[in-house]
């Protein structure tokens, strides 16, 4: 027997709401006299999402794109409708240039660029060959997607409605968790191979944590329970980047003490397991101050050589920071469930960072524009080579191919996925057109044609693991239905707009595949480039204290993004990329504390360590070998002379960071 598919709860809620918001829709658009009226519907399921966050971000932004997508539709056809070769290149150049910007802005806010993009294929193409009826065509798009839009939001935001809350807050507090559980690893034993693999897998949970925070924060606004602590929740992403360079200093610095002392001295792991009250959620302010004291002695311990006093001199500076940090930590944690439960919330005083901290790609943006462009402009060219009526549909389908798997490496295997979905379409699509829209008198008896069929992939479009199929099964019925006269339709027409749609779809995958495919390997050698790049600007030149938080944060994205695509080779090549990533994110802390504190030191040969530290990194961007051997004991010299003169903590913590990060192996002695 075949077993029948079980939905939860959760996913016949979704696939009920978002089948009456797509009724609405089309009820609406035919009353109102539109010519397509199933483009609201399909809209309406478009915007579709789980939470009511997601949907009313995903509304304002599509009917901002699809705005400019027919400004751009205005401007372009009337002036080029004499040569349709110029009108269709203007286009595609305009799809990839909406594309290019969209893949820079890795928010939810890229939605608008890319719908920008892809409307004004989508409203143009169809109109090379009838220029008069653009206006007209314009505005009745707009006005078809705006009803499917406000349709949507007003179902999701009112039936039954599901908040952003629940989500964020959870992840909020497994990130929370994961630091907690790291600073508990650390103090209660030293950093060895026994505990070496726990401490790993508890780095790469809190970078994923981070940068799954930093994406769901971007529906913050959009939220009604949420939005009155966005402040709170930004500046708490902030303090959790700035957490993990400081812990993961603390562990190194800790194992460093252990390889030079033969393991933690008695003194440091006294403190430690008498000054942990300040970890507790409950935590006091006199718990803190008093780990703040403990912690600040460290320093004037017992050392039996410079390295040594210079090593407790670095771990007492991180482990100051660390209380600071973590007691700021609960503090936000605690303003934002206050503001969820309608308590005032304390306005934040600094700034926090925006979405520009997460790692962007221009080479890899830029082969995405143009591949976007030579797919667009080659179903154009086979389409006014073949006269073909129906190749506006190829070139459409092209341009929305081309954008929509932008963001995967390889977006080859997803596009073929996608591309099958729409084959098993046809014979529902075929059998609704064809068949049953002829029959269908009345609306009633529409809605309820349509029903089995929306209502099944409606289900599967809310589980991940289907939701891609669903998708383009559910375009393939409600596209079919939406280019088609249904009061007139014949195989012909029919056969001929579909056929046309798949031949611009495998255009896309095939040109694709030629420019555009990139392997894992070859994206995580670009990300490990772009942060070298990073660490000599830092080192060239001095950076404010939001640049500096910006590359944390940047740091902590590209760890995690670095994960999946090192993850087919196992889990050590996972532990190396995640050592590596760490490493080069206190790289970067270091120089940028030293450079906040290089007033202190001398000046010319900070400021030579500085040039030697940039041609390094600039070599490692290169592809060149780098020669950096000679920085060790010129860091040295610096190191011993600011232990004799006394400098402050902070400039020694850097100096050391500095050679641990760049000589891990280095002999404990310092050799000027």
């Known amino acids: 027997m075949i077993a029948l598919p079980r939905f939860s709860r959760q996913e016949l809620l979704f696939s009920f709401k978002s089948f009456v918001a797509a009724v609405l829709a089309l009820y609406l658009s035919s009353r109102f006299g539109l010519p397509r009226p199933f483009w609201a519907m399909m809209t309406a399921y478009i915007v579709a999402h789980p939470l009511a966050s997601h949907v009313r971000s995903k509304a304002l932004y599509r009917f901002v794109g699809t705005l400019l997508g027919c400004a751009a539709t205005v401007v372009l056809v009337p002036s080029l409708s004499g040569s349709p070769e110029l009108l269709s290149l203007a286009l595609a150049l305009w799809v990839g240039l909406c594309l290019y910007v969209s893949l820079l802005d890795r928010s939810a806010r890229s939605y608008v660029f890319m719908l920008a993009g892809y409307s004004a294929a989508l409203i143009g193409f169809p109109l090379v060959e009838a220029p008069a009826a653009m206006f007209d065509t314009a505005v009745a798009r707009v006005t078809e997607i705006g009803l499917g839009i406000l349709c949507a939001s007003v179902v999701h935001g009112i039936a039954l409605p599901a908040g952003l809350a629940a989500s964020l807050l959870g992840v909020m507090d497994r990130a929370l968790g994961d630091a907690r559980q790291w600073l508990i690893d650390l103090l209660r034993e030293p950093p060895s191979d026994a505990n070496h693999a726990r401490m790993s897998a508890d780095r790469q949970r809190l970078a994923l944590d981070i940068t799954q925070l930093r994406l769901l924060s971007t529906h913050v606004p959009f939220d009604t329970h949420l939005r009155w602590s966005g402040g709170a929740i930004d500046a708490l992403q902030d303090r959790l980047a700035a957490l993990t360079p400081v812990l993961s200093a603390v562990e190194d610095r800790l194992q460093a003490l252990c390889t030079a002392t033969g393991g933690v001295p008695d003194d440091i792991g006294a403190t430690f397991a008498q000054h942990s009250v300040w970890l507790a959620p409950s935590a006091t302010n006199a718990g803190v101050?008093?780990?703040?004291?403990?912690?600040?002695?460290?320093?004037?311990?017992?050392?039996?050589?410079?390295?040594?006093?210079?090593?407790?001199?670095?771990?007492?500076?991180?482990?100051?920071?660390?209380?600071?940090?973590?007691?700021?930590?609960?503090?936000?944690?605690?303003?934002?469930?206050?503001?969820?439960?309608?308590?005032?919330?304390?306005?934040?005083?600094?700034?926090?960072?925006?979405?520009?901290?997460?790692?962007?790609?221009?080479?890899?943006?830029?082969?995405?524009?143009?591949?976007?462009?030579?797919?667009?402009?080659?179903?154009?060219?086979?389409?006014?080579?073949?006269?073909?009526?129906?190749?506006?549909?190829?070139?459409?389908?092209?341009?929305?191919?081309?954008?929509?798997?932008?963001?995967?490496?390889?977006?080859?295997?997803?596009?073929?996925?996608?591309?099958?979905?729409?084959?098993?379409?046809?014979?529902?699509?075929?059998?609704?057109?064809?068949?049953?829209?002829?029959?269908?008198?009345?609306?009633?008896?529409?809605?309820?044609?349509?029903?089995?069929?929306?209502?099944?992939?409606?289900?599967?479009?809310?589980?991940?693991?289907?939701?891609?199929?669903?998708?383009?099964?559910?375009?393939?019925?409600?596209?079919?239905?939406?280019?088609?006269?249904?009061?007139?339709?014949?195989?012909?027409?029919?056969?001929?707009?579909?056929?046309?749609l798949f031949v611009g779809a495998v255009i896309a995958a095939r040109v694709t595949a030629l420019m555009r495919s990139v392997g894992r390997d070859w994206t995580a050698r670009r990300i490990r480039r772009a942060t070298w790049h990073d660490l000599a600007d830092l080192a060239a030149h001095p950076q404010d204290a939001s640049a500096r938080d910006a590359f944390g944060s940047r740091m902590l994205d590209r760890m995690a993004l670095l994960a999946p695509r090192v993850a087919p080779d196992g889990p050590e090549a996972v532990q190396t990329a995640a050592h590596r990533a760490l490493r080069e994110l206190r790289l970067g802390a270091d120089i940028a504390a030293l450079q906040r504190h290089r007033g202190r030191l001398a000046e010319e040969p900070v400021s030579h360590l500085f040039r030697e530290l940039a041609l390094v990194f600039r070599a490692h961007v290169a592809g060149a070998p780098p020669r950096h051997a000679s920085l060790r004991p010129h860091i040295d010299r610096l190191l011993l002379d600011a232990l004799a003169a006394g400098a402050e903590r902070p400039a020694v913590a850097a100096l050391v960071g500095l050679r641990r990060n760049l000589f891990p192996a280095a002999p404990a002695a310092l050799q000027p």
């Not at 520009?356 to 591949?371: K, M, N, P, Q």
């Not at 996608?418 to 059998?431: D, E, K």
Request: glycine letters at 6%; charged letters at 15%; aromatic letters at 8%.
């Open 289 to 500: 101050n008093e780990a703040h004291a403990a912690f600040r002695a460290i320093a004037d311990g017992p050392a039996a050589s410079p390295w040594i006093r210079a090593l407790r001199i670095d771990l007492a500076t991180r482990l100051e920071d660390l209380v600071e940090h973590w007691d700021a930590c609960t503090t936000l944690r605690n303003a934002i469930d206050a503001g969820v439960a309608g308590n005032p919330v304390p306005l934040r005083r600094t700034a926090a960072l925006d979405r520009r901290v997460l790692h962007l790609d221009r080479g890899l943006a830029l082969r995405s524009a143009i591949t976007a462009v030579l797919g667009t402009c080659l179903s154009c060219a086979l389409w006014i080579a073949t006269g073909w009526p129906s190749g506006s549909a190829m070139a459409m389908g092209a341009a929305v191919f081309c954008s929509f798997f932008a963001t995967m490496d390889d977006p080859v295997p997803a596009m073929h996925k996608f591309i099958t979905a729409l084959l098993w379409s046809l014979p529902v699509s075929a059998f609704y057109v064809l068949g049953v829209m002829p029959l269908a008198d009345d609306f009633g008896m529409l809605v309820l044609c349509i029903a089995p069929v929306f209502l099944v992939v409606g289900c599967y479009m809310a589980r991940p693991a289907s939701s891609l199929s669903a998708l383009g099964m559910f375009f393939g019925v409600a596209g079919t239905l939406a280019l088609q006269d249904t009061a007139a339709a014949d195989w012909v027409s029919f056969i001929s707009s579909n056929l046309a």
